[in-house]
């Protein structure tokens, strides 16, 4: 694991990190995890990452569904995961996650630790930490090979 980046911004300054440091993580990975407590504001930092990659659909968290598909300005697929009501492995499994993963898609995952047996090796890690200032959150970026 390499930690790439570490840096506390506000939910303002968001937007540049994501197009100074995030985006260009996908030349390490096109599967992304974002861990964090919940209301880190995971959903709402994929929800940009969307919005730079040009897509016009309302992006939103896929609690119930565990995966929602998009489509970037370009025409690629973004799969966005929430793994958070898994409670067995096998859940993911019967829904064909190993396709999702296996795709050439971008994959943005939220609540992987529920599912971390079945995460590639090759991927962009981001681990978002509440701070003592409410409108602030600390990033931490890491890339695993």
């Not at 197009?19 to 929800?47: P, W, Y």
């Not at 609540?111 to 701070?131: D, F, G, H, S, Y």
Request: with cysteine; proline share 1%; glycine share 4%.
């Amino acid at each position: 694991m390499q930690v790439l980046s570490n840096s506390s911004i506000s939910l303002e300054e968001s937007s540049k990190f994501i197009e100074q440091e995030l985006l260009g993580c996908f030349d390490h990975s096109n599967f992304i995890v974002f861990r964090g407590q919940m209301g880190a504001g995971k959903t709402t930092l994929i929800k940009k990452i969307c919005n730079f990659l040009g897509v016009e659909e309302s992006v939103s968290s896929p609690t119930f569904s565990l995966v929602n598909q998009y489509s970037t300005a370009k025409g690629q697929l973004v799969y966005h995961f929430d793994f958070y009501r898994i409670e067995e492995v096998e859940e993911a499994f019967d829904f064909g996650v190993e396709e999702y993963f296996d795709s050439e898609a971008i994959c943005l995952v939220e609540w992987a630790e529920n599912v971390e047996e079945l995460l590639p090796n090759k991927r962009v890690e981001v681990q978002i930490e509440l701070t003592l200032e409410e409108e602030k959150r600390e990033y931490t970026i890491s890339l695993h090979s």
